[in-house]
């Protein structure tokens, strides 16, 4: 199979002759049509993530069409359009058991070894593991569904954290990105009105104005959020500078969530935490109670018309790569789709 292969530090490597990928018990193929590029595989790229080592598939953000049997010869599901969880659980775990698989002790993701990713023509996947498309979604639309799910799982926690209601909120987000603006669009879905997010990038930035649904500014040259103003910070970036403006935005009593993996170190004001009783927490991906929600919201109209995409072939996608990296695309985006 064709295969866009991280193969060294800032090196991808497009293979036409890849390895075919090997069903595990109640796995099946799957087709890849669309599959979206991560900050995370852009700090693989980097080689920044030891979870990652060369030579590996990157790539999680997947949607397809099932292909054939399970490796027991059930064809239930062959040829159904599906959005990919990529998260893979044990299943019977505690954390499992109660619906938050995204804690499960055993978890593995596609993309992080030893689990192959889905920059390919075709990703093994557990059949629990994936969502059917809705009709008349388009694949590449479905691609979202992952990114989208990490914002909504995000925003949901923050919301049964804060003590009033998110209409009555103000919300910042950091980070413009796909999953930042995923945050922006789950929160206006589940009723703030009152959202702000900051974002360096300006091609980035005029793509978030676009959606109408929160203020956008530079925190660099235009702070424009007041200390002690927020109920509800998401930081979709995770660095010193952002956890430093989350720190300062927070009012007392309010949350901060955090899911960007930028960096690990400093940033946190802990003395405003603990004398304010500032609410801190970490958000890993989703569950699937919140991917089902995110799928559904989508179809339903209520994060709006998710036109915010870049496609690109397979092949270009080292490309494409270079270009994120170099703040040269607007899409919050880039979704790469493999030549048939």
Known sequence: MKALVYTGEKELTYIEDAEMPVLRDGEVMVRI??????????????GHDSRRPAPLILGHEGAGIVCGADNAGNRDLDGQAVVINPLVSCGHC?????GFENQCGAREIISMA?????????????????????EGMSMTTASLAEPIATGWHAVTKGAKLIT???????ALVYGGGAVGLAAALSLHAQGCRQIFLAETNELRRETVKSAGI?????PLTNPLVASNAIDLVVDCVGNKHTRMGSSDAVKPGGVIVHVGLQDSIEGLDVRKFTLQEVIF??????????????????????????????????????????DLLNGRIAAAKVV?????
């Open 33 to 46: 049509d669309a599959v979206g590029i991560c900050g995370s595989d852009l700090h693989a790229y980097l």
């Open 94 to 98: 505690s954390a499992c058991r109660t």
């Open 114 to 134: 030893p689990r192959q990713g889905a920059f390919a023509e075709y990703v093994a996947i557990p059949k629990r593991n994936l969502v059917p498309v809705p």
């Open 164 to 170: 009033r209601p998110l209409v009555e909120s103000k």
């Open 214 to 218: 929160c203020t956008v500014f530079d």
């Open 281 to 322: 927490t970490g958000s890993y991906t989703y569950t699937m109670q919140d991917f089902h929600a995110t799928v559904e919201a989508m179809h339903n109209g209520a994060l709006g018309a998710l036109d915010w995409i870049q496609e690109r072939p397979l092949s270009e996608g080292a490309d494409a790569f270079d």
């Open 336 to 340: 790469l789709r493999p030549e048939k």
